[in-house]
C-alpha cells in the first residue's frame, strides 16, 4: 500500500517560514513527477509545484515564484518545499502528489495517481 506522509506545516507570521516534507512508503517514487498543491476553504485545490523525476525541471504557480522551492531527495523518497517570505493568502492545506508520467513536469491535479493527506498551513500575525 502506497502511502504519503506531509509534515512541517503550522502556524506562521505573515513573512516568515516553513519547509515541508513529504515521504513516501510503499514503493519508489524516484521515477515519478512529484507536486504540491494547495487548498484553502471554500476553494479548489490549486497547483503550487512541480519537480522532474531527476530534479532537472521545477514549475512554480505565479504567485510563488521567488518565494518557494520545490526539491527532491531521490535516495530517500522525500520531496520538500521550502517556503518564504509567506503571505495570509499562502494559508491552505498542502498536499504532496506523484505522477506516474515521468516525461512531463504537470500542474493539473488530474495527473497525479498518489496523494498524501496534507498539512495545515497557516499565515497569520
Known amino acids: 500500500q502506497v502511502e504519503f506522509v506531509e509534515s512541517g506545516g503550522g502556524l506562521v507570521q505573515p513573512g516568515g517560514s516553513l519547509r515541508l516534507s513529504c515521504t513516501a512508503s510503499g514503493r519508489t517514487f524516484s521515477r515519478y513527477t512529484m507536486g504540491w498543491f494547495r487548498q484553502a476553504p471554500g476553494k479548489e485545490r490549486e497547483f503550487v509545484a512541480s519537480?522532474?523525476?531527476?530534479?532537472?525541471?521545477?514549475r512554480y504557480v505565479d504567485s510563488v515564484k521567488g518565494r518557494f522551492t520545490i526539491s527532491r531527495d531521490m535516495a530517500n523518497n522525500m520531496v520538500y518545499l521550502q517556503m518564504n517570505s509567506l503571505k495570509p493568502e499562502d494559508t491552505a492545506v498542502y498536499f504532496c502528489?506523484?505522477?506516474?508520467?515521468?516525461?512531463?513536469?504537470?500542474?493539473?491535479?488530474?495527473?497525479?495517481?498518489?496523494w498524501g493527506q496534507g498539512t495545515q498551513v497557516t499565515v497569520s500575525s
Open positions: 502528489a506523484a505522477d506516474p508520467n515521468w516525461r512531463t513536469v504537470a500542474v493539473v491535479p488530474g495527473h497525479y495517481d498518489y
Open positions: 519537480i522532474s523525476w531527476n530534479g532537472g525541471t521545477m
